[in-house]
């Protein structure tokens, strides 16, 4: 190696320097490559789990490489001693973050790995949105403070930015102050995040009414959550809102939900008729869960009476869907079978009568004079 840089001594030292350090990163990619290669090759194809670590940590460990081969070479370059010093600093802040690089794909990895036990595209997947929620915040938020712990150790391992390092680690000092105000409405959500992991309000796939918006939880982040819409737009919203704020949830301890179809009738509508076809059109719906299907006058005021359909369905989408249904079959079944029960406004009922009254006197009155 000394024969070879004495060779090149008609370079200047920093090129020959930058050349061996480029040479040793060359040869460590190489090597690299061809040993994730062989082992792809050799490791047998239904080894999934495998293929899947070694795809998921080539980044980190082509990184580490860089970073040794550097390292061997860095004594060897023809560099001043200030610039040897330099780059030491470099490479000592490279290898910090290599380690939270890899910090935070080993946890991504156990994260996946005890997911794949539960399936939320399945009917009954309660238990499934629980630990998928879960994890998803924890390591959100997890991510969030390795980052944090990453970032000030880099910065610690230079004289000159030290204490920004110490500032953001120690949350100390007047840079510290400075950045935890700024980062006031990022940290408050972070810690709604980790409040929503361990009370858990919302899940992942929970049916909520938000801001008046009936939708499903998409995402949950670290600082907002995405409630798709019914009609597939996203609303926006930030972590604090589900722990400050009312809301509902429709899918809390389970999907299974009661719908209501209210009804303004006439008097003379035929209730029990009404109940007997209610439990036809819900028997023969396969939305119904066969859980709930009931019909009471509930109110009633001087024109009409208010009587309340209620039946039950395993979800929200459905109970929707079946509240449709009902109301659809129960208006055209008065419409056709018994339309005296549509309301009707009392007032025009009597004047028609008191004209009727009328016409007959008046018929009779005729009658008894064409007599005479």
């Not at 204490?163 to 400075?178: E, F, M």
């Not at 609303?235 to 429709?250: A, G, H, M, T």
Request: with cysteine; net charge positive.
């Amino acid at each position: 190696m000394n024969d070879i840089l004495a060779r090149l001594n008609w370079l200047p030292d920093w090129a020959v320097g930058a050349g061996l350090l480029l040479v040793a990163a060359l040869i460590a990619v190489s090597v690299h490559g061809l040993v994730v290669r062989a082992l792809h090759a050799v490791l047998p194809s239904g080894s999934s789990f495998t293929h899947r670590l070694i795809s998921s940590t080539k980044n980190p460990i082509r990184w580490a490489l860089i970073n040794i081969a550097i390292a061997v070479a860095l004594p060897l370059a023809p560099f001043a001693w200030q610039t040897k010093v330099i780059l030491a600093k470099i490479l000592t802040a490279s290898s910090i973050c290599l380690v939270g690089w890899i910090v935070l794909k080993a946890m991504d990895l156990f994260v996946d790995r005890h997911l794949r036990r539960y399936r939320i595209d399945v009917e009954d997947n309660l238990l499934a949105r629980k630990h998928v929620t879960q994890a998803n915040i924890l390591r959100r938020a997890v991510s969030f403070v390795i980052v944090v712990l990453t970032a000030a150790a880099a910065l610690m391992t230079f004289e000159s930015v030290r204490q920004y390092g110490v500032s953001l680690l120690a949350a100390g000092g007047a840079a510290g102050v400075i950045v935890g105000l700024a980062a006031q409405p990022v940290l408050s959500n972070l810690f709604a995040g980790l409040q929503l992991a361990i009370t858990q309000p919302i899940r992942i796939d929970d049916a909520v009414i938000v801001e008046g918006e009936w939708g499903t939880i998409e995402e949950i982040t670290a600082t907002y959550v995405v409630v798709k819409i019914w009609d597939w737009r996203r609303l926006i919203v930030p972590l604090r809102y589900f722990i400050e704020k009312p809301f509902q949830n429709w899918t809390r301890e389970n999907a299974s939900l009661i719908g209501v179809v209210m009804l303004y009738l006439d008097y003379r509508a035929p209730v029990e008729r009404l109940r007997q076809k209610l439990t036809e059109i819900a028997e023969a719906s396969p939305l119904w869960d066969r859980r709930v299907v009931n019909l009471a006058v509930v109110e009633t005021s001087e024109a009409t009476m208010h009587v309340r359909l209620l039946v039950s369905a395993r979800n929200a989408p459905t109970v929707f869907d079946l509240r449709c249904h009902v109301r659809e079959q129960i208006i055209a079944f008065i419409q056709e079978e018994v339309p005296e029960a549509l309301p009707r406004n009392r007032s025009d009922v009597a004047l028609g009568e008191r004209e009727g009254s009328r016409r007959n006197t008046a018929l009779l009155t005729g009658k008894q004079i064409a007599a005479e």
